[in-house]
Every structure is written in structure tokens, then in C-alpha cells.
Nanobody, 124 residues
Framework: QVQLVESGGGLVQAGGSLRLSCTAS????????MGWFRQAPGKEREFVGL???????VYADSETGRFTISRDNAKNMVYLQMNSLKAEDTAVYYC??????????????????WGQGTQVTVSS
């Protein structure tokens, strides 16, 4: 069974930075694209960004220039670096394993394994 685990969330002041981490037990992630999603209170889950197995990144328009996704295959880790955080970034952040046969890269349906999320709270 694949289990994804996110970490690194917490409370941060507006303008600050956080780095989230995602790892897995039961699977080596190096051959999979990995996505980041977030869900804010009262809103639907939305796509944040994706890193492919080859290290190519794609971001939602709202995150361009502030968020960076990277991966360290030797450590079986995927990261989401978030800079210049805003109150609107407050959400539970999830990592997920890409499964192209199921759906589009920016859709929940395009991923087959999910972590339980880590809370990010940005204070104004």
C-alpha cells in the first residue's frame, strides 16, 4: 500500500516563507510525476503545481514567481517552497501521485494516491 505523508506546515506571518515536504512509504517516487494541491476553508481543492518524473515543473497562474517545486530522488522526497506568503495562501496542502490515465494534470482525477495534508496558516 502506498502512503504519502506531508510535513512542514505551520503558522507564518504574511511575507514569510515555508517549505513543505512529501515522501512515501511503499513506493519509490522517482518515476512518477508529483502534484501539490490545496484546499482553503469553504473552497474546493485547487491545483498548485506539478513536477514530472524528469523534473519539469508546471504551476497554477496564481503561484508563478512565488512557489517552487523540486524533488530529491535520492531521499525519495518532493518539496514545495513557498515565498512571499499571503493570507489567501492559508489552506491545507496535499501532495499526490500523478496517474495520467485517470485525468488531467490539474484535476483531482489525474492522481491516484494522496497524503492527508498539512495545514498552512498565514497571518496578516
Amino acid at each position: 500500500q502506498v502512503q504519502l505523508v506531508e510535513s512542514g506546515g505551520g503558522l507564518v506571518q504574511a511575507g514569510g516563507s515555508l517549505r513543505l515536504s512529501c515522501t512515501a512509504s511503499g513506493r519509490t517516487l522517482s518515476t512518477y510525476g508529483m502534484g501539490w494541491f490545496r484546499q482553503a476553508p469553504g473552497k474546493e481543492r485547487e491545483f498548485v503545481g506539478l513536477i514530472t518524473s524528469d523534473g519539469v515543473t508546471v504551476y497554477a497562474d496564481s503561484e508563478t514567481g512565488r512557489f517552487t517545486i523540486s524533488r530529491d530522488n535520492a531521499k525519495n522526497m518532493v518539496y514545495l517552497q513557498m515565498n512571499s506568503l499571503k493570507a489567501e495562501d492559508t489552506a491545507v496542502y496535499y501532495c499526490a501521485q500523478r496517474q495520467p490515465t485517470r485525468g488531467a494534470y490539474n484535476s483531482n482525477m489525474g492522481y491516484d494516491y494522496w497524503g492527508q495534508g498539512t495545514q498552512v496558516t498565514v497571518s496578516s
